[in-house]
């Protein structure tokens, strides 16, 4: 249902998907129902964004490289074999329905810099404006141990966000969330649908983490939270079959995150969806009331500053039992935050030797996550 309403929809492809690993081969006849799929959904006046690992494999595959213990910087040489191969496998079965394709390599700078994502959300939407399908990969020749998604359900959910997407389809080895690891116990109970995520829903993606790929379903339920928050449903289906998409809209298995009518604004969006905040800071009871309140975080209310960070960055808000309740930009840097904690607005001057801003963090750049 919720497919046939989308107007604009991203698909996010796992590497175990594309490959048979026992046998060592391409999938080539899964990719060929998915391009199938992809062509009716562009009948029907839908854009596609399609979010592809594989490069990796490929590469191995391509320099027949058996072992799996590899260095990153061989797998960053290794990536940049097996990505050509990539986009040739996905050209050549797109090109069968008359449908351009467009190669989009990108690092987690690219979409957690405010400037450089706008750059990526223009040009995937000029592609789409010229009938091309991106086909977005993180760029794994040029991004490090630290600074890297290395996962790319929540790679998709970020796309999604900035390109603004109405619908996340995570094509999974497994057919949606489940309240237990389902290879271990086969009475697990299955959840069709997620309206919010909390402790509990977390709680058993933590209890499911082994029955997924590389990120788990940790990072499924990561990526719904940032989709969520934009106002985009977000599917986990299986995709061990063929045509997934159009097993989706028949009605198979699969469990649905379903947003709030009321999406952040894309600012906003872009404040909650940060996927590495470089630090935290940890507020009493009055900070987090006034944060629920809709107030700003003044330095009165701060017990603690963990991580390094820069005036302008995105950071996590946290209570003193660690629970997150907010993100929000920060107006001072970590250096300068650790001398105001516990002070006075009115004490910054004299601490700090400048006329600051009276608040650690304004309102207007607050987003609540509770």
């Not at 490289?65 to 990505?83: F, V």
């Not at 050549?92 to 690092?107: D, N, R």
């Not at 997150?324 to 607005?345: F, M, P, Q």
Request: hydrophobic share 40%; charged share 25%; glycine share 6%.
């Amino acid at each position: 249902m919720y497919i046939k309403k989308a107007k604009r929809i991203v698909i996010k492809i796992g590497s175990s998907l594309l490959f048979d690993e026992k046998e060592g081969k391409f999938n080539y006849d899964w990719l060929r129902s998915l391009a199938s799929d992809i062509s009716r959904l562009r009948k029907e006046k839908k854009e596609v964004i399609l979010v592809s690992s594989g490069a990796i494999l490929s590469g191995k595959k391509q320099l027949d490289i058996k072992q799996k213990n590899i260095k990153l910087d061989m797998k960053q040489a290794i990536s940049a074999i097996g990505q050509i191969h990539l986009m040739q496998a996905y050209q050549m079965e797109l090109k069968k329905y008359k449908i351009l394709t467009a190669q989009v390599l990108l690092t987690l700078d690219d979409t957690e810099q405010r400037r450089r994502s706008l750059n990526a959300r223009n040009t995937i939407v000029n592609l789409l404006n010229i009938g091309a399908i991106p086909i977005v990969n993180e760029n794994d020749t040029t991004t490090t141990t630290e600074i890297r998604y290395g996962d790319n359900d929540r790679l998709a959910a970020r796309i999604a966000q900035i390109s603004s997407a109405d619908c996340l389809i995570l094509l999974s080895n497994i057919d949606g969330l489940y309240k237990n690891d389902p290879s271990k116990n086969r009475n697990a109970k299955f959840i069709p649908k997620v309206e919010k995520i909390n402790k509990e829903i977390e709680a058993m993606a933590s209890n499911t983490v082994s029955a997924y790929g590389s990120g788990g379903m940790v990072t499924k339920i990561s990526a719904a939270k940032t989709a969520m928050s934009s106002g985009c449903h977000m599917v986990i289906s299986s995709g061990k079959i063929k045509n997934p998409i159009k097993a989706i809209i028949n009605g198979s298995k699969c469990t649905w995150f379903i947003p709030s009518r009321n999406p952040l604004t894309a600012r906003k969006q872009w404040i909650v969806g940060s996927m590495q905040p470089p630090g935290n800071i940890i507020v009493d009871k009055g900070a987090a009331s006034a944060i629920q309140n809709k107030k700003s975080l003044l330095p009165a209310g701060i017990t603690k500053v963990e991580g390094n960070f820069e005036r302008g960055d995105s950071v996590i808000i946290k209570k003193i039992d660690g629970t997150e309740i907010a993100r929000g930009l920060t107006n001072y840097s970590s250096k300068d935050a650790k001398l105001l904690v516990g002070k006075k607005s009115q004490e910054i001057k004299k601490i700090l030797g400048y006329s600051g801003r009276e608040e650690l963090i304004h309102k207007d750049n607050l987003v609540r996550v509770l």
